[in-house]
């Protein structure tokens, strides 16, 4: 949470002297970064704090931005950049901030105390209120035109839980496309190492469990609403930490239903104590209510989710055109990839958002007016079913099989003509019926978000939150990474390890001799060739060995440190890390004298003993040896490095670097391509159980992966048997429709495979 502002408040007092900060540390290399971006500080870094300000800061001019134009801080190539907060609040002058519409005044802005009742409910957190008012030392007024204020920037893609985990799904399914429809042979073309750090970054981001939360107890707190049917209307919520979920709602919402408790000014509270499963069952097969649920910002420990259908017209003030565009952005792309939104329209119009394939259904319009009249279009037969007073998220909940999608509108000023600002609020009025707009253009909304000294006060919650905001830069980035998250598959290349110079080809394969085995073909562990596991004292350790493994030959401390760490670590707590893998494996199974697992050496490099292999290695040596043998021969050597395969790669691991360096996906393509080679062997010498074993070994790694589905209806085919070909057609559009983000769509090759086995046509 510290930035250069928050640290110079506290060294000297004034936030102004951060400049102070900087100058004393700029250039400084920490690990593989450098201190070359004053909105980039991580945690671990050790700054210099001179004493005396003036001494160092009395030459340094002030960074002030001209107008209303932000002046470029951060690096556009700057991964790391990219993903911190932006705290660097330069002087700007700002407009004179609209007022609220006269019928709907901002509520008191609130504390997160909570009312616990009196039974075995959490207790209440401390309450923290924000500020309201302005720093005593600032003297102009930020309603007075042209009157400057420090406004705080919004926070970036570090901040942006639901963007990371959306990205983060869409990459998973993308892949699990190409995956599927890989051949043998086939292996994935590497990333760019920035698209690879970028990755890796979000995974630190991302919030899978807490999403998954807040979507289960925003469905239960629907169900509820229905029962009482007084109008009261779900706002949005607070998403904690720890896993505490507050739902802000409407003040006739009344008590609390379990599993929540009542929290403050009608705030429902989930405490975080409650286990998934127990949220609410009997709402999950129901359209998800609000598909216009986004995360706005961060307030305290708190994601900000606002429903922006329940607002109906959400307006951006902020101190410049660049600013309020940055959090439009960043609404946009959460939108995009949003598990909430899959069902929901989103038209964009004067705002620069990249496209990402695969997500909801983007239209980008020239004007505003036409966003709004593709909206009437999109809306009409909802609004054709909606009764006075009732809601689309009503709608929702009441109908397990009907999305009644909504159009979601983001408008850039520069989109919006005078004529529309005035229509605009009628046109939103009333909200909850599937139009919701956001705008950063000059009009009277029912929801504002307005920057101001402290934060940015958003209305419709009462509370001064700090929202978050992508550049163009950041976005292209992340847009980068999804378009190439459905890489080309490229030729089979030699992988890790090559046959032997004197290896025949044709003879029965030798494998190497290895005393520690890494297994990553199943949950990650380290054995010895009996099976004993190798129990080390830090988890980190075992983490090591395996990226050892996986790195052999081109490790370095500087390479390990940044895969296995997403800060950065102090070089004793690394030495630690490597002295408990080095000694516990040591334990297990002793090296020959005067060696070790882990060699010891002064310079970058970490080696790692010939006889310390991993499961993926010995199947690679297999699979290109079985190259050249017979068919036979061949079987007999994939089989035994098939039997390795006990559930997928790197299965239950936490580990960042895996997928986002695709070491998973290229050890997924060497299991399906054994088993593919297999099962063709035993097909053709008409072993049929060969086949059924050996393609159940390749679906544990890639399900539904199109050869071997073709393999094993070949082999039904074979014996007579429609029904198993049936069977087997059945579970590969199981696979297919339990992929959300899949447009579960059969392979062309085995629908023509079908028609071939079954002698008929799908119906169309």
């Not at 469990?209 to 009482?228: G, S, W």
């Not at 950063?440 to 006060?457: C, K, N």
């Not at 830090?538 to 996986?550: N, T």
């Not at 290109?624 to 299965?651: K, M």
Request: net charge negative; glycine share 8%.
């Amino acid at each position: 949470g510290d930035s250069l502002a928050s640290i110079a408040e506290d060294a000297y007092g004034d936030r102004a002297e951060w400049v102070t900060v900087w100058e004393a540390n700029q250039g400084r290399q920490f690990g593989d970064r450098t201190f070359d971006d004053p909105n980039l500080i991580l945690p671990g870094w050790q700054l210099q704090i001179p004493d005396d300000p003036a001494e160092t800061a009395a030459d340094v001019p002030t960074t002030t931005a001209p107008g209303n134009a932000l002046a470029p801080v951060s690096s556009a190539t700057s991964v790391a950049g990219l993903m911190m907060p932006h705290d660097l609040p330069p002087t700007i002058e700002c407009p004179e901030p609209l007022a609220p519409t006269a019928d709907r005044s901002p509520p008191p802005i609130t504390s997160r105390a909570t009312v616990t009742p009196a039974s075995s409910a959490p207790g209440p957190r401390a309450a923290t209120t924000p500020a309201s008012t302005p720093p005593a030392e600032t003297s102009s007024s930020t309603s007075e035109v042209g009157g400057s204020y420090r406004a705080a920037l919004p926070l970036g893609l570090g901040a942006a839980g639901l963007l990371a985990t959306g990205v983060l799904g869409l990459l998973t399914a993308r892949r699990r496309v190409t995956l599927r429809g890989a051949r043998a042979g086939d292996r994935l073309s590497a990333l760019a190492q920035p698209l690879i750090r970028l990755e890796r970054e979000l995974r630190v981001v991302a919030e899978v469990e807490r999403v998954a939360r807040l979507d289960l107890a925003v469905r239960r707190a629907h169900q509820y609403l229905l029962t009482i049917g007084n109008g009261a209307r779900f706002l949005g919520a607070l998403v904690h930490f720890d896993g505490e979920i507050e739902l802000c709602l409407s003040p006739e919402a009344g008590a609390a239903p379990t599993p929540f408790f009542a929290g403050v000014e009608g705030r429902w509270v989930l405490s975080g104590e409650v286990a998934l499963e127990s949220i609410g069952v009997e709402s999950r097969f129901a359209a998800f209510p609000c598909p216009g649920l986004v995360q706005l910002g961060r307030f305290e420990d708190a994601d900000v989710y606002l429903d922006l259908e329940a607002v109906g017209l959400l307006a951006i003030d902020g101190p410049s055109s660049a600013v309020t565009a940055s959090v439009l952005r960043a609404v946009a792309l959460s939108l995009c990839v949003s598990p909430f939104a899959e069902q929901a329209q989103l038209l964009t119009c004067g705002i620069d958002v990249p496209r990402l394939d695969g997500g909801i259904t983007t239209t980008a319009l020239d004007t505003a007016d036409e966003a709004i009249d593709l909206a009437a279009e999109l809306l009409a037969p909802i609004l054709g079913s909606l009764r006075p007073g009732q809601t689309t998220a009503e709608l929702r909940s009441r109908s397990a099989g009907e999305a009644w999608e909504p159009a979601l509108v983001l408008m850039g000023a520069p989109a919006v003509d005078s004529g529309l600002v005035a229509g605009l609020p009628g046109l939103c009025n009333p909200a909850g019926r599937g139009l919701a707009v956001v705008t950063d253009a000059s009009v009277r909304a029912t929801d504002r978000l307005v920057a101001q000294e402290d934060g940015w006060l958003l209305s419709s919650l009462g509370m001064v939150i700090q929202p978050i905001g992508l550049s163009g830069a950041e976005a292209d980035l992340v847009a980068g990474l999804v378009a190439e998250a459905a890489q080309r598959v490229e030729p089979a290349v030699p992988m890790i390890r090559s046959v032997p110079d004197d290896a025949s080809g044709v003879g029965p394969f030798v494998e190497p001799d290895w005393e520690l085995m890494v297994r990553t073909l199943g949950p990650v562990d380290l054995v010895d060739r009996v099976g004993s596991p190798v129990a080390f004292e830090r988890a980190k350790a075992l983490e090591l060995v395996v990226w050892l493994v996986e790195h052999r030959g081109s490790a370095t401390r500087r390479g390990a440190r940044a895969a296995l760490w997403e800060t950065e670590v102090q070089d004793a707590t690394f030495a630690n890390v490597v002295s408990d893998a080095r000694r516990n494996m040591a334990r297990l199974a002793p090296p020959s004298v005067g060696e070790e697992w882990i060699a010891r050496s002064l310079d970058e490099q970490l080696l790692i003993h010939d006889r310390l292999v991993s499961d993926a290695d010995l199947l690679i040596d297999r699979v290109e040896y079985a190259r050249g043998q017979v068919p036979r021969d061949a079987a007999s050597t994939l089989r035994a490095g098939l039997e390795l395969v006990r559930e997928a790669p790197f299965t239950a691991s936490t580990y960042l670097w895996p997928d986002a360096e695709g070491v998973t996906s290229q050890i997924m393509l060497v299991i399906t391509e054994a088993a593919t080679l297999m099962a063709e062997h035993c097909l053709a010498a008409g072993d049929l159980n060969g086949v059924f074993w050996a393609t159940g070994k390749g679906l544990l790694a890639v399900p539904g992966h199109e050869e071997l589905i073709a393999l094993r209806m070949r082999a039904y085919g074979s014996s007579g048997d429609l029904a198993g070909v049936r069977a087997e057609w059945a579970s590969y559009e199981r696979v297919l429709h339990a992929d959300r983000w899949s447009a579960g769509e059969p392979a062309p090759k085995l629908l023509e495979l079908r028609r071939e086995l079954l002698g008929t046509r799908l119906a169309a």
